[in-house]
């Protein structure tokens, strides 16, 4: 196993990161700038108020992409155990 097979796990691992954190930072992050954009018309400070929508739409958002999530991880999984033998010989 060299360097290079090393960085291509690791970009391949960052990938599949980046791929599921995506969907759930998005989606909080426009709910939230959404309830700031609210909050700034109101003028209404309150910190649940920004919490509570958050909290809802990532639940929601790990229902929906759940099983997609799940199965980017599993595969990302199922291709590094398999190309092990292939790695150490």
Sequence with gaps: MD???VMNI????MEVTMLLA???LLASLAV???????????????MTLSFVPKL???AVVM???GPWMIRQITGFTTRLI???PYMIG
């Design 3 to 5: 360097a290079d097979s």
């Design 10 to 13: 690791g970009r391949q691992a």
């Design 22 to 24: 995506a969907p759930i």
């Design 32 to 46: 939230g700038l959404l309830v700031a954009m609210f909050q700034a018309a109101t003028q209404i400070n309150e």
């Design 56 to 58: 809802m739409i990532i």
């Design 63 to 65: 229902m929906a992409a």
């Design 82 to 84: 398999e190309n092990v």
